[in-house]
């Protein structure tokens, strides 16, 4: 089973889930949309619609969290699973939300464009490590100058000792969530396709890519929100 066959296979449940498998959900995906925000302000000031590409968009929770917190944004959202964009289709027509739907895979070129913002949530960390960084080097390329490059992801402790602790207080944590033992088992088998990195090792691949006031604004065990700025206008 690929990674997207995964995902489709419950993407019926997949929103309802996500508060219990992401324990610090709202500060965590609160904190992407926090770093994002400013440039795609910074477009509307200037009479330009802001463009926002989502890396391994999935049900689109991040691409509509940025559009409740900024009105006017148009959206890419790329994945390689289909029923995991029909829903976030669904819910960015419903908001009447501008957007388009690229279903395709990361290494894949992206598509055309230059973005204010591209973000990520959960999903970088299913590429090998020279996948990450090649995909850094090309998101950093599609920025406008000023433009954010954002990733919300579950990130690999620095040492063995530190990710064992990682998986064990994440364990804890859904357990009292209440996730029911077959969520967590499901969970489980998805996560076999993961290939986390350090947070270390990701800020230095965005700083090699070419990005500035490169930072990990947001730490919680596992989940981590890192990012960087394209050079040019500064803020
Ligand atoms: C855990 S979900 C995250 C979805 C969404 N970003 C969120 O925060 O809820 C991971 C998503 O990444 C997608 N994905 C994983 N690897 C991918 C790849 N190589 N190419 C395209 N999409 C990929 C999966 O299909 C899935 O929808």
């Known amino acids: 089973m690929t990674v997207a066959d995964a995902f489709d296979a419950v993407a019926g449940s997949y929103d309802e889930a996500r508060r ?3 324990p610090c959900f709202d500060a965590f995906y609160g904190t992407a949309v926090q770093v994002a925000t400013p440039p795609l302000r910074d477009a509307l000031a200037a009479g330009r619609t802001p463009e926002v590409l989502d890396l391994g968009a999935g049900t689109g929770l991040l691409s509509l969290l940025l559009a409740a917190a900024v009105p006017g944004v148009c959206l890419t ?3 390689a699973a289909p029923a995991m964009l029909a829903r976030a289709a669904d819910e960015l027509h419903a908001r009447s939300v501008p957007h ?3 279903r395709a895979d990361l290494a894949d070129p992206l598509p055309a464009g230059r973005y204010d913002a591209v973000v990520s949530a959960l999903a970088i960390h299913h590429l ?12 950093a390329d599609a920025l406008v100058p000023g ?9 690999a402790g620095p040492t063995p000792a530190l990710d064992r602790r990682y998986d064990e207080v994440w364990t804890a944590r859904i357990a009292e969530l209440g996730s029911p033992t077959e969520e967590i088992a499901a969970a489980r088998e998805r996560m076999r396709h993961d290939r986390p990195a350090t947070v270390a090792d990701q800020c230095r691949w965005l700083t090699e890519a070419g990005l500035v006031d490169v930072d990990c604004y947001f730490k919680e065990w596992r989940f981590a929100v890192f990012g960087g700025r ?3 206008a500064a803020r």
């Open 77 to 79: 959202l790329v994945d």
């Open 230 to 232: 394209a050079t040019g």
């Open 128 to 139: 090998d490590d020279a996948g990450k960084q090649d995909l850094y080097r090309r998101a």
């Open 20 to 22: 219990r498998l992401v």
């Open 147 to 155: 433009g954010v490059f954002v990733n919300a992801e579950q990130v």
């Open 100 to 102: 388009r739907m690229v």
